[in-house]
Protein backbone atom coordinates (compact mmCIF):
# COMPACT_ATOMS: atom_id res chain seq x y z
CA UNK A 1 0.00 0.00 0.00
CA UNK A 2 1.08 3.14 -0.41
CA UNK A 3 0.56 6.15 2.43
CA UNK A 4 -2.25 7.24 0.29
CA UNK A 5 -3.81 4.29 0.20
CA UNK A 6 -3.43 4.13 3.78
CA UNK A 7 -4.75 7.03 4.95
CA UNK A 8 -7.95 6.70 2.71
CA UNK A 9 -8.27 3.01 4.89
CA UNK A 10 -8.75 5.02 8.01
CA UNK A 11 -11.87 5.52 9.66
CA UNK A 12 -11.40 9.27 10.01
CA UNK A 13 -10.90 10.22 6.47
CA UNK A 14 -13.29 8.46 5.13
CA UNK A 15 -16.66 10.55 4.19
CA UNK A 16 -14.48 13.58 5.24
CA UNK A 17 -16.32 16.88 4.68
CA UNK A 18 -14.31 18.83 2.30
CA UNK A 19 -14.32 21.87 4.57
CA UNK A 20 -12.61 20.31 6.87
CA UNK A 21 -10.33 19.14 4.66
CA UNK A 22 -9.76 22.54 2.93
CA UNK A 23 -9.24 23.81 6.68
CA UNK A 24 -6.80 21.23 7.40
CA UNK A 25 -3.54 22.03 8.13
CA UNK A 26 -1.92 19.69 6.30
CA UNK A 27 -4.01 21.23 3.08
CA UNK A 28 -1.66 21.25 0.09
CA UNK A 29 -2.65 21.51 -2.81
CA UNK A 30 -0.38 21.48 -6.68
CA UNK A 31 -1.41 23.60 -9.33
CA UNK A 32 0.55 24.68 -12.48
CA UNK A 33 1.40 28.65 -12.58
CA UNK A 34 2.63 28.68 -15.61
CA UNK A 35 5.65 26.74 -15.84
CA UNK A 36 5.95 26.43 -12.73
CA UNK A 37 4.77 24.08 -9.97
CA UNK A 38 3.09 25.39 -7.12
CA UNK A 39 1.50 24.23 -3.74
CA UNK A 40 -1.75 26.29 -2.43
CA UNK A 41 -1.72 25.86 1.36
CA UNK A 42 -2.34 28.37 4.39
CA UNK A 43 0.26 30.41 5.29
CA UNK A 44 1.55 31.59 8.59
CA UNK A 45 0.90 34.85 7.85
CA UNK A 46 -1.24 36.78 5.41
CA UNK A 47 -1.44 40.45 4.89
CA UNK A 48 -4.77 42.57 6.05
CA UNK A 49 -7.62 42.67 3.66
CA UNK A 50 -6.53 46.74 2.95
CA UNK A 51 -3.81 45.82 1.59
CA UNK A 52 -4.97 43.68 -1.31
CA UNK A 53 -6.82 44.32 -4.48
CA UNK A 54 -10.24 43.47 -4.04
CA UNK A 55 -11.68 41.96 -7.48
CA UNK A 56 -15.15 40.80 -9.07
CA UNK A 57 -14.92 37.35 -10.60
CA UNK A 58 -16.91 34.96 -12.25
CA UNK A 59 -16.47 31.16 -12.04
CA UNK A 60 -18.84 30.05 -14.91
CA UNK A 61 -22.15 31.94 -13.60
CA UNK A 62 -21.24 31.99 -9.88
CA UNK A 63 -19.76 35.73 -8.47
CA UNK A 64 -16.48 35.49 -6.88
CA UNK A 65 -14.58 38.07 -4.89
CA UNK A 66 -10.81 37.38 -5.41
CA UNK A 67 -8.01 39.19 -2.99
CA UNK A 68 -4.48 39.64 -4.51
CA UNK A 69 -1.93 40.76 -2.50
CA UNK A 70 1.06 42.29 -3.91
CA UNK A 71 3.89 40.25 -5.29
CA UNK A 72 7.16 40.76 -7.24
CA UNK A 73 5.27 37.53 -9.42
CA UNK A 74 3.39 40.40 -11.44
CA UNK A 75 5.93 43.18 -11.58
CA UNK A 76 4.16 45.57 -13.62
CA UNK A 77 1.13 45.82 -10.39
CA UNK A 78 4.50 46.16 -8.48
CA UNK A 79 5.50 48.96 -10.06
CA UNK A 80 2.38 51.21 -9.54
CA UNK A 81 1.20 48.95 -6.16
CA UNK A 82 1.04 52.13 -3.77
CA UNK A 83 -0.41 54.88 -6.52
CA UNK A 84 -3.08 51.98 -7.48
CA UNK A 85 -6.18 53.71 -5.98
CA UNK A 86 -5.27 56.94 -7.97
CA UNK A 87 -5.77 54.77 -11.19
CA UNK A 88 -8.83 54.41 -13.15
CA UNK A 89 -10.65 51.47 -13.02
CA UNK A 90 -9.93 50.56 -16.67
CA UNK A 91 -6.18 51.30 -16.35
CA UNK A 92 -5.62 49.36 -13.17
CA UNK A 93 -7.88 46.17 -14.56
CA UNK A 94 -5.79 46.23 -18.03
CA UNK A 95 -2.61 45.80 -15.62
CA UNK A 96 -4.13 42.91 -13.68
CA UNK A 97 -4.75 41.22 -16.54
CA UNK A 98 -1.53 41.26 -18.08
CA UNK A 99 0.10 40.48 -15.05
CA UNK A 100 -2.19 38.20 -13.38
CA UNK A 101 -3.18 36.14 -16.40
CA UNK A 102 -1.01 32.84 -15.80
CA UNK A 103 -2.76 33.39 -12.24
CA UNK A 104 -6.50 33.28 -13.19
CA UNK A 105 -5.51 29.99 -15.18
CA UNK A 106 -4.10 28.40 -12.18
CA UNK A 107 -7.26 29.11 -10.41
CA UNK A 108 -9.62 28.42 -13.23
CA UNK A 109 -7.98 24.53 -13.30
CA UNK A 110 -7.88 24.48 -9.53
CA UNK A 111 -12.03 25.55 -9.55
CA UNK A 112 -12.29 23.92 -12.69
CA UNK A 113 -14.63 26.49 -13.97
CA UNK A 114 -13.79 28.91 -16.70
CA UNK A 115 -12.97 32.64 -15.01
CA UNK A 116 -13.64 35.85 -15.96
CA UNK A 117 -12.80 39.22 -14.73
CA UNK A 118 -15.72 41.68 -14.39
CA UNK A 119 -14.12 44.72 -12.01
CA UNK A 120 -13.07 45.99 -9.17
CA UNK A 121 -14.66 45.29 -5.61
CA UNK A 122 -14.40 47.48 -2.75
CA UNK A 123 -11.98 45.84 0.00
CA UNK A 124 -14.11 44.92 2.61
CA UNK A 125 -13.28 41.96 5.90
CA UNK A 126 -12.27 39.01 4.83
CA UNK A 127 -15.12 36.91 6.04
CA UNK A 128 -16.72 34.69 3.72
CA UNK A 129 -13.23 34.05 2.37
CA UNK A 130 -10.51 31.27 2.34
CA UNK A 131 -7.43 32.80 2.21
CA UNK A 132 -4.34 30.96 0.58
CA UNK A 133 -0.58 30.99 -0.55
CA UNK A 134 0.61 30.23 -3.38
CA UNK A 135 4.95 29.13 -3.45
CA UNK A 136 7.43 27.11 -4.47
CA UNK A 137 6.65 23.43 -2.88
CA UNK A 138 8.80 23.07 0.02
CA UNK A 139 9.22 26.87 0.73
CA UNK A 140 7.58 27.22 3.32
CA UNK A 141 6.70 31.40 3.82
CA UNK A 142 10.02 31.93 3.08
CA UNK A 143 9.05 32.20 -1.21
CA UNK A 144 9.35 36.06 -2.35
CA UNK A 145 7.69 34.97 -5.29
CA UNK A 146 4.80 33.82 -3.62
CA UNK A 147 1.84 35.13 -3.92
CA UNK A 148 -1.03 35.08 -1.21
CA UNK A 149 -5.18 35.62 -1.86
CA UNK A 150 -8.33 35.22 -0.84
CA UNK A 151 -11.29 33.89 -2.77
CA UNK A 152 -14.96 33.62 -2.14
CA UNK A 153 -15.45 29.91 0.13
CA UNK A 154 -18.44 29.38 -2.66
CA UNK A 155 -19.55 25.99 -2.52
CA UNK A 156 -17.78 24.91 -6.17
CA UNK A 157 -14.28 26.33 -4.11
CA UNK A 158 -14.99 24.02 -1.73
CA UNK A 159 -15.66 21.12 -3.73
CA UNK A 160 -12.93 21.57 -5.68
CA UNK A 161 -10.49 22.40 -2.96
CA UNK A 162 -11.44 19.92 -0.23
CA UNK A 163 -10.24 16.62 -2.00
CA UNK A 164 -8.26 14.34 0.40
CA UNK A 165 -5.27 13.95 -2.53
CA UNK A 166 -4.88 17.90 -1.50
CA UNK A 167 -3.39 17.03 2.23
CA UNK A 168 0.22 16.80 2.23
CA UNK A 169 1.20 13.62 4.53
CA UNK A 170 4.45 14.89 5.56
CA UNK A 171 2.41 17.85 7.39
CA UNK A 172 3.25 16.72 11.15
CA UNK A 173 -0.76 17.23 11.51
CA UNK A 174 -0.96 14.25 9.39
CA UNK A 175 2.23 12.18 10.39
CA UNK A 176 1.89 12.24 14.11
CA UNK A 177 -2.04 10.34 14.39
CA UNK A 178 -1.83 7.56 17.03
CA UNK A 179 -1.94 4.17 15.97
CA UNK A 180 -2.07 0.73 18.10
CA UNK A 181 0.46 -1.96 16.85
CA UNK A 182 0.38 -5.99 17.96
CA UNK A 183 3.22 -7.58 17.39
CA UNK A 184 2.21 -11.18 15.61
CA UNK A 185 5.04 -14.13 15.92
CA UNK A 186 2.48 -17.02 14.71
CA UNK A 187 -1.02 -17.64 13.50
CA UNK A 188 -2.83 -21.39 13.03
CA UNK A 189 -6.37 -22.69 12.35
CA UNK A 190 -7.67 -24.53 15.17
CA UNK A 191 -11.07 -26.51 15.59
CA UNK A 192 -13.45 -23.77 17.72
CA UNK A 193 -13.58 -26.74 20.32
CA UNK A 194 -9.92 -27.36 20.89
CA UNK A 195 -9.37 -24.32 21.17
CA UNK A 196 -12.93 -23.85 23.78
CA UNK A 197 -10.97 -26.62 25.76
CA UNK A 198 -7.36 -24.96 26.12
CA UNK A 199 -6.08 -25.27 29.73
CA UNK A 200 -3.17 -24.42 31.11
CA UNK A 201 -0.27 -27.05 30.70
CA UNK A 202 -1.60 -27.54 27.05
CA UNK A 203 1.38 -26.71 24.14
CA UNK A 204 0.57 -25.54 20.86
CA UNK A 205 3.24 -26.22 18.48
CA UNK A 206 4.29 -23.32 15.85
CA UNK A 207 6.88 -24.81 13.65
CA UNK A 208 6.67 -21.39 11.70
CA UNK A 209 8.48 -19.88 14.21
CA UNK A 210 11.95 -18.94 13.10
CA UNK A 211 11.45 -19.53 9.38
CA UNK A 212 8.48 -16.93 9.29
CA UNK A 213 9.34 -13.71 10.49
CA UNK A 214 7.21 -11.52 13.11
CA UNK A 215 5.00 -8.71 11.66
CA UNK A 216 3.12 -5.71 12.86
CA UNK A 217 -0.88 -5.98 12.64
CA UNK A 218 -1.57 -1.96 12.87
CA UNK A 219 -5.26 -1.07 14.14
CA UNK A 220 -6.38 -4.08 12.92
CA UNK A 221 -6.06 -2.70 9.43
CA UNK A 222 -3.00 -3.12 8.05
CA UNK A 223 -0.32 -5.98 8.13
CA UNK A 224 3.45 -4.27 7.90
CA UNK A 225 6.60 -6.63 7.41
CA UNK A 226 9.66 -6.96 5.34
CA UNK A 227 7.03 -6.87 2.21
CA UNK A 228 5.59 -3.34 3.15
CA UNK A 229 2.51 -2.39 4.43
CA UNK A 230 -0.76 -4.15 2.83
CA UNK A 231 -4.46 -4.58 4.35
CA UNK A 232 -5.23 -6.97 7.10
CA UNK A 233 -8.00 -8.85 7.34
CA UNK A 234 -8.70 -11.01 10.17
CA UNK A 235 -9.66 -14.29 9.41
CA UNK A 236 -10.24 -15.96 12.64
CA UNK A 237 -7.07 -17.90 12.83
CA UNK A 238 -5.15 -17.97 16.66
CA UNK A 239 -2.73 -15.24 16.57
CA UNK A 240 0.63 -15.50 19.10
CA UNK A 241 0.94 -11.89 19.71
CA UNK A 242 3.08 -9.50 22.14
CA UNK A 243 0.93 -9.26 25.58
CA UNK A 244 0.56 -5.77 25.28
CA UNK A 245 0.27 -3.11 22.15
CA UNK A 246 2.53 -0.85 21.03
CA UNK A 247 1.92 2.80 20.31
CA UNK A 248 2.68 4.20 16.51
CA UNK A 249 2.03 7.01 14.45
CA UNK A 250 0.70 7.41 11.27
CA UNK A 251 3.82 8.70 9.80
CA UNK A 252 5.63 5.80 11.31
CA UNK A 253 3.56 3.81 9.34
CA UNK A 254 3.95 5.83 5.88
CA UNK A 255 7.47 4.80 6.48
CA UNK A 256 7.29 1.14 6.71
CA UNK A 257 5.22 0.87 3.53
CA UNK A 258 7.90 3.24 1.88
CA UNK A 259 11.18 1.45 3.18
CA UNK A 260 9.97 -2.06 4.38
CA UNK A 261 11.61 -3.58 6.97
CA UNK A 262 11.93 -6.87 9.01
CA UNK A 263 10.62 -7.01 12.11
CA UNK A 264 13.26 -8.82 14.23
CA UNK A 265 11.74 -9.02 18.08
CA UNK A 266 13.45 -10.63 21.29
CA UNK A 267 11.52 -13.51 22.36
CA UNK A 268 9.26 -12.41 25.12
CA UNK A 269 8.64 -13.45 28.28
CA UNK A 270 5.03 -13.83 28.21
CA UNK A 271 2.33 -13.73 25.04
CA UNK A 272 -0.98 -14.08 24.63
CA UNK A 273 -3.45 -16.18 21.41
CA UNK A 274 -5.77 -13.49 20.19
CA UNK A 275 -8.65 -14.49 17.76
CA UNK A 276 -11.36 -11.65 16.36
CA UNK A 277 -10.05 -9.04 18.31
CA UNK A 278 -10.09 -11.29 21.65
CA UNK A 279 -7.64 -12.70 23.94
CA UNK A 280 -8.00 -16.58 24.12
CA UNK A 281 -5.14 -17.65 26.42
CA UNK A 282 -1.94 -16.44 27.56
CA UNK A 283 1.23 -18.32 28.16
CA UNK A 284 4.80 -18.02 27.15
CA UNK A 285 7.09 -19.95 24.65
CA UNK A 286 8.33 -23.23 24.82
CA UNK A 287 9.88 -26.53 23.42
CA UNK A 288 8.18 -29.63 22.90
CA UNK A 289 11.04 -32.42 21.19
CA UNK A 290 12.41 -29.90 20.05
CA UNK A 291 9.38 -27.88 18.02
CA UNK A 292 8.93 -24.44 19.12
CA UNK A 293 5.08 -23.96 20.80
CA UNK A 294 3.11 -21.68 22.59
CA UNK A 295 2.39 -23.65 26.33
CA UNK A 296 -0.91 -21.80 27.79
CA UNK A 297 -0.66 -20.71 31.41
CA UNK A 298 -4.38 -19.49 31.66
CA UNK A 299 -7.23 -19.58 29.45
CA UNK A 300 -11.00 -19.19 29.03
CA UNK A 301 -10.76 -15.44 29.13
Given at each position: ?29 Q ?16 P??S????LS ?27 R ?14 D ?11 V ?20 L??S ?7 D???V ?13 F ?13 R???L???LE?A ?16 A ?18 F ?9 F?D??R ?8 R??T ?22 K ?18 S ?10
Open positions: MKPFEILTALPQWTGVAPDAILDAPAFSMCRLGEETMSVRHADVLAVEMIAVFFGDEPHALLIARSPRFPELDKIWDASDLPEPILLALVEKCGPFFQMLENARRQMRLAGLLEPAGGDGLVFRAAPGSGDGENADFGLTRSAAVVSAGVLRNLDLSHESISLPSAEYSFALPYEDRASLAPGDLLLPEIGSTEARLIVDRRVANSSGVAPKDGLRVVAPETAMLGELFDRAENPAEEKPESPSQLLAAMGKTVAAGYFGQVASPAFIVESAGF
